[in-house]
């Protein structure tokens, strides 16, 4: 590149050279020839005038004599001019003249200098008029030539700096990829084995799923010794004789249970559920059966009866020492079952919830994967492109540089060539010149033969004015050349021609750059976070000779500006709700939706944050209610599907008052019956069966709710009758598992029955913890989407054990928003039996619907 600049440098000097070696030429041509000619007058000699007009091209026999005789008479005149006299001195010198010229007179040799002077002046005027057509000619050549030296050392320079950019972009490509294929490939192996240890995983805790419930199968309530024993009045109990024999059998059963038991237990993989698992089978083997004295018996039925107690005890439960027994407490059988439920409800719990994490870590790999690939291959194929642009770059500089050899080379044969023509042309000239002086001089000789009393004057013309070439560039033009007499001849030179015709238009036509159409954008070179996206276009015709040049023929553009992690854009507020009650006090709501949703690890808020659903009270009118009515009544249409707890979470005692207040609520919506567009109720009660199957109900598996102890004693598809609330009093108490995802996953197709122009409310009055709040919550999502509202009704007790709690956390996102219309929290059985609590519970219900 310094080479190319050093040879351009040394090719520009030499134009301008050339240039101003032409320039000169034209300073000649534009000082006229007065000026030379007066130079040259100025130091010519006779001698030298006839030395100029041998050697012209003009020369002819009679005027090389005229010249050798004004030569020779110019001799003799300086030789003898002291004795000549003044009188007839010229006439003898006329004669003299007239007779060793061998011209007539000297008129006749005047009009030969003039005739010879003025084909001179004329070939003069033709070779200026040539070499300066000659010289713009070159000179147009020349800068053409001289553009294109320019124009291939420039691209020559550009592709060299493309090369180096390319060579660098792809050494740094090439350097990084190695480094993005590794890290590739060891997310791949991160991502598998995360997937083999899910896979693990998910098989543990199926297995622990089915090690439970063999565990719970092979746990059974009651004992054959307890079916056969006969209680007394006084709280022993004793075997009939003859029992020995059922009792073995028994036994026998009972140890093959607890041995598959024992094997389904250590089978569990989870430490912690296995060791509560444990607990509970302790709780159930830790009863025992006390023996009391009685009579002594034959030895014969002793020994039987020893025999068959040893036999069909289990451990820790019968002491053989005798024929009467006292059964000690056993802890609640049913209970320590339902434990069971709910260990077997959180292993499947965490085992559906190992999907959704799955399902997410495997969306993780994806898209980090995804950004691998597309990183290496955006790599690949812009080293692809970095390897194009440096193939083409260094084919372009060999082009270019080839190219530039080339136009050098030629400037330089040009730079001679007209270097030559300059000098010709000057010499040409001034030979013209010459020739003018010499004739002009012998004819001043014949002048001062004469006396010098002749007075000459040659025609005197302007220069020449340029007409408008016929076209304006491409060569073949032609233009006209005028001038006109300044001063008319006087003895001398007659008027050169006036009117000439000159090549014009040499210079080449200018040429447009024309380029092709946009190719389409590239892909983004980022996924996110601003990346650049390209396009080109071809040059299909450069510029040439001035002509209109490219612009530019890449174009580039941001892209992707959005952040690579963004939160979701919310809407704007909607405008605030009607009051959700018709009197007294109520609330209004308002909602923002997502109106982009979030990027890679951005965040959104829930439908229910405070982000996007705000509530404020409002206050009607109160509500007015007749002196001698104790309890809230509702006339409202609205479809009410009421959800009763009776698991053994709560006691007997308690059941009760939860009967109590169930009827009390059915009555106070519904009445007599008798109001056709009046609420409809669809009650159930829950108290599961304590079955596996059951337990892992709900949540979209179809089964058999009848299986599973739950009960309908209303549908919304039918008119509730008035005797519902007696119905509700002669239940019996279920005492099950608390299988509250089950009983609500049978709501859904209950109100799919339900009035069209009727709204739908979900209440679930219950004391304890659900078998599995998961599904639970799902559940209850479910029903929100469905388009019913859910309101949960806990009843607190205090002093119990952490299961039989009511969860209120879990159930603020349970029920629907407002909290404070949706979770009413009743402290107490009695309370709940109550008209205070029973209005308000009513009050809700049909708030915002009308009462």
Not at 173 to 189: C, D, I, M, S, V
Not at 251 to 262: F, G, L
Not at 609 to 633: G, V, Y
Request: charged share 25%; aromatic share 4%.
């Amino acid at each position: 590149s310094g080479r190319a600049s050093r040879l351009l440098l040394g090719v520009a000097l030499g134009v301008n050279e050339a240039v101003a070696v032409a320039r000169s030429a034209l300073d000649f041509v534009k000082r006229g020839h007065d000026a030379l000619q007066a130079e040259i007058m100025l130091n010519m000699t006779t001698e030298e005038a006839v030395r100029t007009i041998r050697e012209s091209r003009l020369v002819s026999p009679a005027l090389l004599q005229v010249a050798q005789t004004a030569l020779a008479q110019g001799g003799e005149h300086r030789h003898r001019h002291k004795r000549r006299v003044r009188g007839g001195h010229g006439a003898a010198h006329r004669a003299h003249l007239q007779e060793g010229s061998g011209v007539e007179n000297f008129d006749q040799a005047l009009k030969e200098i003039n005739s010879h002077l003025e084909k001179a002046m004329e070939n003069s005027d033709i070779e200026c008029i040539r070499c300066k057509g000659v010289e713009e000619a070159l000179l147009v050549e020349l800068d053409a030539v001289k553009r294109d030296v320019f124009f291939f050392s420039e691209r020559a320079t550009e592709a060299r700096a493309q090369i180096l950019r390319s060579q660098q972009q792809e050494y740094m490509l090439t350097a990084k990829l190695p480094n993005l294929q590794e890290g590739r490939l060891e997310h791949k192996e991160r991502c598998h084995d995360y997937s083999h240890d899910h896979s693990h995983e998910v098989e543990a805790a199926k297995g622990d799923v089915e090690s439970i419930s063999k565990v719970f199968q092979e746990t059974t309530c009651g004992t054959l010794f307890s079916a056969l024993a006969v209680r007394s009045h006084n709280g022993t109990v004793s075997v009939p004789h003859g029992s020995g024999p059922a009792l073995l059998r028994g036994h026998i059963a009972m140890r093959r249970r607890k041995r598959r038991r024992a094997i389904a237990l250590a089978s569990v993989r989870s430490e912690t559920t296995r060791r509560q698992l444990a607990d509970l089978i302790r709780q159930l083997d830790g009863g025992r059966v006390a023996r009391e004295p009685k009579k002594q018996e034959e030895p014969q039925q002793q020994q039987e009866g020893a025999l068959a107690m040893r036999r069909s005890r289990a451990p820790n439960q019968v002491q053989s020492t005798g024929g009467h027994f006292r059964l000690r407490a056993e802890p609640d059988c049913n209970q320590v079952r339902d434990q069971m439920l709910r260990l077997r409800a959180e292993a499947q719990q965490k085992l559906d919830g190992m999907d959704p994490d799955y399902a997410e870590e495997q969306h993780g790999c994806d898209e980090e994967a995804e950004e691998y690939d597309h990183e290496i291959e955006g790599i690949v194929h812009q080293a692809g492109i970095e390897s194009t642009e440096l193939a083409e770059a260094t084919a372009e500089e060999i082009d270019r540089h080839s190219m530039w050899q080339q136009r050098s080379a030629e400037l330089q044969t040009l730079q001679k060539e007209y270097n030559q023509e300059v000098k010709t042309c000057n010499s040409n000239i001034a030979s013209l010149q010459s020739e003018i002086c010499a004739l002009r001089k012998i004819r001043g000789e014949f002048s001062k033969q004469e006396g010098g009393k002749d007075y000459f004057q040659d025609c005197q013309v302007s220069a020449w004015a340029e007409g408008v070439c016929s076209v304006p560039c491409g060569g073949g033009g032609r233009r006209e050349l005028t001038r006109t007499v300044i001063s008319p001849p006087v003895r001398g030179a007659g008027c050169p021609p006036l009117k000439l015709m000159q090549n014009c238009g040499a210079e080449k036509c200018p040429v447009d750059c024309r380029v092709g159409v946009w190719s389409g954008w590239s892909e983004c070179s980022a996924l996110c976070g601003g990346g650049i996206k390209e396009r080109m276009r071809k040059v299909l015709q450069k510029a040439e000779h001035g002509g209109q040049p490219c612009g530019s023929v890449t174009d580039a553009q941001e892209c992707n500006a959005q952040a690579c992690n963004q939160d979701c854009k919310l809407s704007k507020w909607t405008e605030w709700s009607a009051c959700s009650a018709t009197c007294g006090s109520g609330t209004q709501q308002r909602t923002r939706k997502v109106r982009e949703l979030a990027v890679g690890t951005g965040s959104c808020p829930g439908p229910h944050s405070h982000d996007r659903a705000n509530f404020r009270m409002c206050q009607l009118p109160a509500c007015e209610r007749p002196k001698n009515q104790r309890i809230s009544k509702c006339k409202s249409k609205v479809d009410v599907a009421l959800l009763v707890d009776g698991s053994s979470a709560i006691s007997a005692a308690d059941w009760n008052l939860m009967r109590r207040a169930a009827s009390m609520v059915v009555e106070a919506l519904i009445g007599d019956g008798s109001n056709a567009d009046g609420p409809r109720v669809a009650l159930q009660v829950f108290g599961g069966k304590l079955s596996a199957k059951c337990a892992q109900g709900g949540a979209g598996e179809v089964i058999d709710l009848k299986d599973c102890g739950i009960t309908w004693l209303s549908h919304i598809r039918d008119k509730t009758e008035g005797d519902l609330a007696k119905k509700i009093g002669d239940l019996q108490f279920p005492a099950g598992s608390a299988l509250t995802h089950t009983a609500l996953s049978g709501v859904e197709m209950e109100l799919h029955y339900g009035r069209m122009d009727a709204p739908s409310v979900v209440v679930v009055l219950t004391a304890g913890e659900p078998m599995d709040m998961h599904l639970t919550g799902e559940v209850s999502m479910d029903l929100q989407e469905f388009g019913s509202r859910v309101m949960w009704v806990p009843i607190l007790r205090r002093g119990l054990q952490a299961s039989h709690w009511a969860p209120l956390q879990e159930m603020k996102h349970w029920v629907s928003l407002p909290l404070q219309e949706n979770l009413v929290v009743v402290e107490g059985f009695k309370t709940l039996a109550t008209p205070v609590a029973v209005s308000r519970l009513v009050d809700e219900i049909c708030a915002a619907h009308g009462r």
